[in-house]
């Protein structure tokens, strides 16, 4: 009877194999591979674009963009590949926008715009620069900005020898309420005190301005 039981496990591994059946525990592997290839979309296809200031060229020829994703997998992987935003040559700049829209004012989805901006003392770019970056990047794959993450542009981080800088754009700056709720929302999370002030300028004054800084439209 033994003999017959053997057999007949036989006979069904082999007519198994042959009908292409698969075990188990081969199922459950297969099922962990497909799993960890699974990537994770994003609400919105972003795109990085690096700047180099060289003199001998015009500003557009300057910027290069240097890839998009539209997974939090993807995000990950280029972030930890390239420089630090520290680590950049003076001249430089990072920007992350959704892809589709050139971190530039002439852009019709800028121009109507402006940016919350955060000045940065020299020490803070070893203290604090790389921080606020990554949060803010994260502000904007993640959607933090929940009901007015329409109104988000992009960001861009700015690398000079007087001090860095960093901006949050926004589309446009004839909404109020939506850039001042951004503005309170980039503030909580960079983790700014409440002691200092952070203030958006709108692209068009910022264009013609007389002085060495634009008016502050809003504040918070």
């Given at each position: ?205 910022t264009i013609t301005k ?11």
């Amino acid at each position: 009877m033994a003999s017959e039981k053997e057999d007949r496990i036989a006979e069904d591994t082999m007519m198994d194999e042959e009908e292409g059946a698969t075990s188990p525990e081969l199922s459950a592997d297969v099922e962990l591979s497909s799993q960890a290839l699974i990537k994770h979309p994003l609400q919105n296809k972003w795109a990085l674009w690096f700047f180099k200031n060289d003199k001998t060229r015009n500003w557009a020829d300057n910027l290069r963009k240097v890839t998009a994703f539209d997974t939090v997998e993807d995000f990950w992987a280029l972030y930890n590949h390239i420089q630090k935003a520290s680590k950049l040559m003076s001249g430089c700049d990072y920007a992350l926008f959704k892809d589709g829209i050139e971190p530039m004012w002439e852009d019709d989805q800028n121009k109507r715009g402006g940016r919350w901006m955060i000045n940065l003392n020299k020490q803070q770019r070893h203290s604090d620069l790389d921080r606020f970056w990554l949060e803010m990047l994260l502000c904007l794959v993640g959607e933090a900005f929940d009901n007015f993450s329409d109104d988000i542009c992009g960001a861009v981080v700015n690398i000079r020898n007087k001090g860095d800088k960093l901006g949050l754009w926004t589309r446009d700056s004839s909404r109020g309420e939506a850039n001042v709720e951004i503005g309170k929302k980039l503030k909580e999370r960079l983790n700014i005190p409440s002691k200092i002030a952070i203030g958006f300028q709108v692209h068009s004054d910022t264009i013609t301005k007389a002085g060495s800084t634009a008016k502050t439209r809003y504040q918070v």
